[in-house]
């Protein structure tokens, strides 16, 4: 079944039509009794992150499709408020709640069952951020991503690019950012390996929050002055910290979850970001709206569904290197292309085991880490 999703979300996304066109195959008084709400997790739809990549694949497909469309920020990060703003939005007639990240775990716990009637869509959120009992309701579907295989494509292009001297700041230790990291380390410890570089090393460390602040930026300034050249910067508005000592000194970054170059170079300086490893999140919107539309959604309902590659083509993946990667002769696209086909093939494979320790992936490069900076 999970081939099959796959698939499917693999198609819809190759055949982009399907949401802009209109072609559903449904009358209109049928989309016209599909009502979405976006909830924000804690963040705004202006975070060029996860909650502005749902909002905007919301929107459009709300707008191509006919539907009512309207998004709800809690006005604090709780699961109460939470809560409170996907029971508004039904209160308000809404229908199919869309929700973006980990976040939000708690909160479907408490509303999912109470509204069997109401299709709710999480991206993110996996079993892990559920209670260990928690049965997966029917009219429930989560998308969760192999962000192991994104991490690594960006630890092989950081190195292959010419970059030996690393850093990988996560926000917090939850499972995805773990595995965004440990994907990091073995696709840097790949490309070192096959280059026969033996001064590759890279500094780890978790700032224990989802957003820069002072102390942040300054562990960071150490890290730069100290000779780090790229930092992969993965955890939501944490990026910040990296960007402003990155500023200081013609230091790089790399971005997470979308394409993250346009703030980062527009904010921070022209060329800063070297790449953004990404998740389909607009892609899952799409194809899981148009799911509902067309009234399949109970074929995915109850479900909780790991997406990654489907592809030889990059573009059609779930997890991917920004199409603002700074190719060179080092790592150029076709160079990716070709990673992207062997990964594919299963001629690579990353390990997604977050039992272990960053530094149990490197055999050839050197792995200082520092644990928490908060």
Same mark, same amino acid.
């Given at each position: 079944?999970?081939?099959?999703?796959?698939?499917?979300?693999?198609?819809?996304?190759?055949?982009?039509? &399907?949401?802009?066109?209109?072609?559903?195959?449904?009358?209109?008084?049928?989309?016209?009794? @599909?009502? $979405?709400?976006?909830?924000?997790?804690?963040?705004?739809?202006?975070? =060029?992150?996860?909650?502005?990549?749902?909002?905007?694949?919301?929107?459009?497909?709300?707008?191509?499709?006919?539907?009512?469309?309207?998004?709800? +920020?809690?006005?604090?990060?709780?699961? #109460?408020?939470?809560?409170?703003?996907?029971?508004?939005?039904?209160? =308000? %007639?809404?229908?199919?709640?869309?929700?973006? %990240?980990?976040?939000?775990?708690?909160?479907? #716990?408490?509303?999912?069952?109470?509204?069997?009637?109401?299709?709710?869509?999480?991206?993110?959120?996996?079993?892990?951020?559920?209670?260990?009992?928690?049965?997966?309701?029917?009219? &429930?579907?989560?998308? @969760?991503?192999?962000?192991?295989?994104?991490?690594?494509?960006?630890?092989? /292009?950081?190195?292959?690019?010419?970059?030996?001297?690393?850093?990988?700041?996560?926000?917090?230790?939850?499972?995805?950012?773990?595995?965004?990291?440990?994907?990091?380390?073995? *696709? /840097?410890?790949?490309?070192?390996?096959?280059?026969?570089?033996?001064?590759?090393?890279?500094?780890?460390?978790?700032?224990? =929050?989802?957003? *820069?602040?002072?102390?942040?930026?300054?562990?960071?300034?150490?890290?730069?002055?100290?000779?780090? #050249?790229?930092?992969?910067?993965?955890?939501?508005?944490?990026?910040?910290?990296?960007?402003?000592?990155?500023?200081?000194?013609?230091? +790089?970054?790399?971005? $997470?979850?979308?394409?993250?170059?346009?703030?980062?170079?527009?904010?921070?300086?022209? *060329?800063?970001?070297?790449?953004?490893?990404?998740?389909?999140? !607009? !892609?899952?919107?799409?194809?899981?709206?148009?799911?509902?539309?067309? *009234?399949?959604?109970?074929?995915?309902?109850?479900?909780?569904?790991?997406?990654?590659?489907?592809?030889?083509?990059?573009?059609?993946?779930?997890?991917?290197?920004?199409?603002?990667?700074?190719?060179?002769?080092?790592?150029?696209? !076709?160079?990716?292309?070709?990673? @992207? +086909? /062997?990964?594919?093939?299963?001629?690579?494979?990353?390990?997604?085991?977050?039992?272990?320790?960053?530094?149990?992936?490197?055999?050839?490069?050197?792995?200082?880490?520092?644990?928490?900076? +908060?």
């Amino acid at each position: 079944m999970k081939k099959t999703i796959a698939l499917l979300l693999a198609l819809v996304l190759a055949l982009g039509c &399907l949401t802009s066109c209109g072609g559903n195959g449904q009358s209109d008084n049928q989309a016209a009794d @599909v009502r $979405v709400a976006m909830i924000t997790d804690y963040g705004d739809i202006t975070d =060029q992150s996860f909650n502005q990549t749902t909002y905007e694949a919301c929107k459009a497909f709300s707008e191509a499709n006919g539907l009512d469309f309207s998004y709800f +920020k809690p006005v604090s990060d709780s699961d #109460e408020d939470r809560v409170s703003m996907i029971e508004s939005a039904i209160d =308000q %007639g809404y229908n199919v709640v869309v929700m973006p %990240g980990y976040a939000f775990g708690k909160a479907i #716990e408490t509303t999912a069952s109470e509204y069997p009637d109401i299709t709710f869509i999480a991206l993110d959120v996996s079993a892990g951020d559920f209670s260990a009992d928690y049965v997966i309701p029917s009219n &429930l579907y989560s998308a @969760v991503y192999q962000e192991e295989l994104c991490g690594y494509m960006a630890g092989v /292009a950081a190195v292959k690019l010419g970059y030996t001297k690393l850093g990988f700041l996560g926000g917090m230790a939850v499972p995805a950012v773990q595995r965004y990291g440990y994907g990091f380390v073995q *696709g /840097a410890n790949a490309a070192a390996e096959e280059l026969g570089l033996t001064d590759v090393s890279l500094k780890y460390a978790y700032g224990n =929050q989802f957003y *820069g602040d002072a102390d942040i930026t300054a562990a960071m300034d150490a890290w730069y002055a100290d000779g780090t #050249e790229v930092v992969f910067a993965c955890g939501g508005g944490i990026f910040t910290s990296a960007a402003e000592a990155a500023a200081k000194v013609g230091g +790089k970054v790399i971005g $997470v979850d979308v394409d993250q170059a346009g703030i980062i170079d527009g904010s921070y300086g022209e *060329g800063m970001t070297v790449t953004s490893a990404m998740k389909g999140l !607009a !892609a899952t919107v799409n194809t899981m709206l148009q799911v509902v539309v067309d *009234g399949k959604f109970d074929q995915y309902g109850g479900q909780i569904d790991t997406l990654g590659l489907v592809s030889d083509v990059p573009a059609e993946n779930y997890v991917q290197l920004a199409g603002s990667t700074q190719f060179a002769d080092g790592f150029t696209e !076709a160079d990716y292309n070709d990673l @992207v +086909k /062997a990964m594919n093939a299963g001629e690579i494979t990353v390990s997604n085991d977050i039992t272990l320790s960053a530094s149990d992936f490197a055999t050839v490069i050197t792995v200082d880490d520092q644990g928490n900076i +908060k």
